[in-house]
């Protein structure tokens, strides 16, 4: 994960303040503008917030198109508002969001604090009923194994972006749908996800979830026959997670006891729906032991799909002593399918 770059555009002073490495701020005047910002696009919002907010006309909207004097913005659709500190993820992103850089006309009549080129979300609201606190805002990338330069210098490419062909959106796609097939083989992630509403039907008192190592718990519940009976994680709550292993052990005993007429005999067999919301995966930077394999896969795997999908003839220097495309093609494909099977294999040690 990343830090971005956080702007808080103070109305009533007519100023830009810089947040981002502040310990905690608040957002707390419907007039101010909160910015997000980062050098690569990025597809999920990690917030952390000491104090949840409650706003009105609450929108998030992303940077549409660059011209000399103006920025258009557009609305994401994103409902999160400020008002939990759980992962947010924007997906599918908009393929029409570009880099902008501030200036002193646009987006305020302000004096930027720098005028590097960034892909900005813009928060902003109507009301404010209750000010979120802000400690941290982190970012995923929408290409988070690799990037779009790292394959362009892997293939000594010159460089993409909205002007060439393939585009760098295009890249960062084919390395997205490489992230997936790495996620899908080895049945693990190296970037946190959310897994929203997983039904389990259980008679134990332990629940292995579908994916794991598990991050947090964002919400768990139980059906008590005519609604959804939130439950509260902890020791001394109703249930506490083994993170690793991806199992939810349940404290209380929510199945009741079923007597027979046969003597000293009952039985606690009447199942529990349990519907469970939770992050799930590590990051790059928690596993050092994978991260350069993980990041070596998909990096090769994205030159396979980009050397297929265009004809890049022209600019791929030839000769005796050198690999002909559709070589270049065969030996990526070998070595990056031989490692994510090697990566598979450790991920079961």
């Not at 997000?36 to 907010?53: C, V």
């Not at 990037?147 to 972006?161: H, P």
Request: proline residues 3%.
């Amino acid at each position: 994960m990343a830090r971005p770059r956080i702007w808080l555009y103070d109305n009533s002073e007519g100023v830009y303040v810089d947040k981002s490495n502040v310990t905690s701020f608040t957002f707390d005047d419907k007039d101010d503008v909160l910015y997000i910002g980062y050098t690569n696009r990025f597809s999920t919002i990690i917030p952390t917030l000491s104090t949840l907010g409650s706003y009105s006309g609450f929108e998030i909207a992303y940077c549409k198109d660059i011209h000399e004097d103006s920025q258009t913005w557009e609305d994401t659709e994103l409902t999160w508002a400020l008002d939990s500190s759980h992962i947010t993820n924007w997906s599918p992103i908009a393929r029409d969001w570009d880099r902008a850089a501030f200036n002193t006309t646009y987006p305020h009549t302000a004096e930027p604090i720098d005028t590097k080129e960034r892909f900005w979300l813009r928060l902003t609201c109507t009301a404010v009923t209750t000010a979120a606190v802000i400690t941290n805002i982190e970012v995923i990338e929408y290409a988070y194994y690799c990037s779009a330069s790292n394959v362009t210098d892997y293939l000594q490419f010159m460089g993409v972006s909205t002007s060439t062909k393939p585009q760098e959106i295009v890249v960062e796609d084919m390395i997205h749908r490489a992230e997936s097939d790495i996620d899908w083989f080895t049945k693990r992630t190296w970037r946190p996800q959310t897994i929203v509403n997983e039904i389990h039907n259980s008679e134990n008192q332990c629940i292995r979830l579908y994916h794991y190592p598990i991050s947090s718990v964002i919400s768990a519940s139980r059906y008590n026959g005519n609604s959804w009976q939130t439950l509260t994680e902890g020791r001394d709550g109703d249930f506490y997670v083994d993170s690793e292993k991806g199992l939810l052990y349940l404290t209380h005993n929510f199945r009741p006891y079923v007597f027979f007429f046969y003597p000293y005999y009952f039985d606690q067999t009447s199942r529990g729906d349990f519907r469970i919301t939770y992050v799930w995966g590590k990051k790059l930077s928690d596993d050092p032991q994978r991260a350069g394999l993980v990041e070596d896969i998909a990096l090769k795997k994205t030159c396979v799909d980009v050397l297929r999908s265009h004809d890049f003839t022209v600019i791929i220097k030839g000769g005796v002593d050198r690999l002909s495309v559709y070589d270049k093609v065969r030996e990526l494909t070998y070595e990056s399918d031989a490692k994510l099977e090697r990566l598979a294999r450790l991920v079961m040690e």
